[in-house]
């Protein structure tokens, strides 16, 4: 009897499966260049408070997979380049109340701040800038003291799924309105 009460135990794994973000479910955006080149100037950080490479998706993989999902060559001459400027996120530790009241209540003891930002440039055959958009997303969230460790990158994933949405918007909006001459 003792066994089947253990058996009905569970305990959370802390490395729950997360998809991977990606943008293919989008339509492609057709640039009117023969090559585009990803060039990630974001070094990578994993000392305090830098937390971005525990993220399930890290930011800097989720900017460099828009950039591959999207931006599609469709010309026959010229360059584009995606640069990766800001990918990161930081985490700050709020003091918690250890009184009385501690006892009765839940507070907030981190926040997550996340954020991206990249640069689309276009290039003539010459090597001459033609054109040049940028564009930038942040995301803030708390979170409770008592949360898992699995509660917390599900945080982290639902956070770089948000910030991405945003950050597409945004660019998507500055091609249309910059790039009209090398968008298809």
């Known amino acids: 009897m003792f066994l089947a009460a253990l058996g009905g135990c569970t305990t959370e794994s802390p490395f729950a499966e997360f998809a991977d973000i990606t943008f293919r479910h989008?339509?492609?955006?057709?640039?009117?260049?023969?090559?585009?080149?990803?060039?990630?100037?974001v070094k990578r950080n994993v000392l305090e408070p830098h937390v971005g490479h525990k993220f399930p998706v890290p930011p800097?993989?989720?900017?460099?997979?828009?950039?591959?999902?999207?931006?599609?060559?469709?010309?026959?001459?010229?360059?584009?380049?995606?640069?990766?400027?800001?990918?990161?996120?930081?985490?700050?530790?709020?003091?918690?109340?250890?009184?009385?009241?501690?006892?009765?209540?839940?507070?907030?003891?981190?926040s997550y701040l996340v954020t991206v930002s990249a640069s689309l440039e276009?290039?003539?055959?010459?090597?001459?800038?033609?054109a040049f958009i940028k564009a930038k997303s942040e995301?803030?969230?708390?979170?409770?003291?008592?949360?898992?460790l699995n509660g917390r990158r599900k945080v982290w994933f639902a956070m770089t799924e948000r910030l991405m949405a945003e950050f597409n918007a945004e660019m998507e909006r500055n091609i249309q309105r910059y790039m009209t001459e090398f968008a298809l």
Do not use: C, M
Request: no cysteine.
């Open 122 to 130: 276009v290039f003539d055959e010459n090597g001459i800038r033609r």
């Open 26 to 41: 989008l339509p492609s955006i057709n640039l009117r260049v023969v090559d585009i080149q990803i060039d990630n100037k």
């Open 60 to 110: 800097v993989k989720a900017l460099a997979r828009w950039a591959e999902d999207r931006l599609q060559a469709a010309g026959s001459k010229g360059t584009a380049r995606f640069t990766i400027l800001e990918a990161d996120a930081i985490e700050e530790h709020f003091k918690i109340d250890d009184g009385i009241r501690a006892t009765f209540t839940n507070e907030q003891s981190e």
């Open 139 to 148: 995301r803030r969230q708390t979170v409770a003291e008592d949360i898992t």
